[in-house]
């Protein structure tokens, strides 16, 4: 049987992988600057957390949702401290999509309205209430069309207050920064403005974190450089290493009836293992902090590479803008030097390493970039 050819494919086929270094079938060793698109957090097989899982899968691998699992329990308390949102509560799901389709329809339910208001450039999931919102007509078949969304420009809250004006609105969904769309950052003002108009108009206030949250920004949610608290915050990528797993953060004044929601595997006992790892190595080795220094340390040698148009980016999640198309700079990184990045259309490298990285990692890619830029 073939595969559904749906994915463009680079030819390497990675077989093992540490910390920040994937090796592939002819034992060529890469440095990791695409955490596998934001996913690895705590850098690839830790011991802790293939411990965990080992030990996890030897008592109990899977039950479901309707018999006692302490461990789900364990994650909520640890993830209530670390992210300081412990007032708030935990839903499990086992990707991003289905983490924003989750966090859509109980804003719905909540507020008894339909239509939810996105921001231009951003990606959402390809599930069918979250690609409605995700700003990308080639990825929304006419099913998901079906949906109320308006698209509004980022950071426009003049544009955000005459929607309002005039319709019933169930929720304002932004991501703490945009990732696939170029590493745009809300700004503190936009978001305060959101959480004001939210709290006057009854509007859920979601804020995306699938891609910036679990520490990748120097924050535990990239959200938290502003003040604000959004109703509903979706998580998945970094939180499980690689496991997939996702959740939503709910505020308390947002009420649970039982059946409202639900999922066979979300919240299994091995995801849970997963991501009790993944908060326990990121608080035993400070990974917030790591990524708050190196990810600085990263941005303020970006800023002296003449070549580079912009450099944007809180932590490690860095886009680097460029005048020209930078296919070709990717390629040369990734076969002459060995090195994975990721990409933002066109024009801008995205950097989405493991939150381990550390200064001379950072200091080898700056290397290698300068050297590639030199024939462009
Ligand atoms: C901000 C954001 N939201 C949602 C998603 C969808 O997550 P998943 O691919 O796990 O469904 C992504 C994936 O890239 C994302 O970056």
């Given at each position: 049987m073939k595969l559904f050819d749906v994915y463009s494919l680079f030819d390497i086929t990675p077989v093992q992988a540490k910390n920040c270094t994937i090796t592939d079938s002819e034992g060529t060793q890469y440095l990791d600057l695409y955490g596998g698109h934001a996913v690895i957090s705590i850098g690839h097989s830790h011991p802790h957390y293939v411990e965990m899982l080992q030990n996890q899968i030897q008592n109990i691998g899977f039950y479901s949702n309707s018999v006692q699992n302490p461990l789900q329990n364990e994650l909520a308390d640890k993830l209530g401290a670390i992210s300081g949102y412990d007032d708030f509560e935990l839903f499990l799901t086992n990707s991003g999509a289905e983490s924003v389709e989750n966090a859509l329809k109980l804003a719905s339910f909540h507020t008894g309205n339909s239509k939810v208001i996105s921001f231009d450039k951003s990606f959402h999931g390809r599930t069918s209430a979250a690609v409605a919102v995700?700003?990308?007509?080639?990825?929304?078949a006419p099913i998901n069309a079906q949906h109320q969304n308006v698209v509004l420009p980022l950071n426009d809250i003049e544009a955000v207050k005459e929607v309002v004006s005039s319709e019933s609105i169930a929720a304002i969904i932004v991501e703490g920064i945009q990732g696939i769309g170029g590493i745009r950052i809300p700004e503190t003002a936009f978001l305060e403005e959101l959480r004001n108009i939210c709290d006057q108009n009854n509007i859920v206030l979601i804020l995306d974190e699938i891609q910036s949250g679990f520490g990748r920004?120097?924050?535990?949610?990239?959200?938290?450089?502003?003040g604000i608290k959004p109703d509903i915050i979706t998580m998945a990528k970094g939180m499980g290493n690689g496991f997939p797993v996702g959740g939503i953060l709910i505020a308390p004044n947002i009420k649970a009836k039982k059946g409202m929601l639900g999922t066979?595997?979300?919240?299994?006992y091995l995801a849970c293992a997963a991501t009790i790892a993944v908060m326990d190595v990121m608080q035993q080795q400070d990974l917030i902090h790591n990524a708050k220094e190196v990810g600085d340390f990263l941005m303020e040698k970006l800023q002296n590479?003449?070549?580079?148009?912009e450099v944007r980016g809180e932590g490690l999640m860095i886009g680097i803008e460029m005048n020209q198309a930078i296919a070709p700079i990717r390629q040369e990184l990734l076969k002459k030097h060995h090195i994975f990045t990721g990409v933002s259309g066109q024009n801008i490298i995205r950097l989405l390493p493991?939150?381990?990285?550390t200064k001379e990692e950072a200091t080898l890619f700056i290397d290698k970039l300068i050297e590639t830029l030199e024939s462009y």
């Open positions: 995700t700003d990308n007509p080639n990825i929304i920004s120097g924050k535990f949610f990239a959200h938290q450089y502003s066979t595997f979300g919240g299994n590479i003449d070549k580079i148009k493991p939150l381990t990285l």
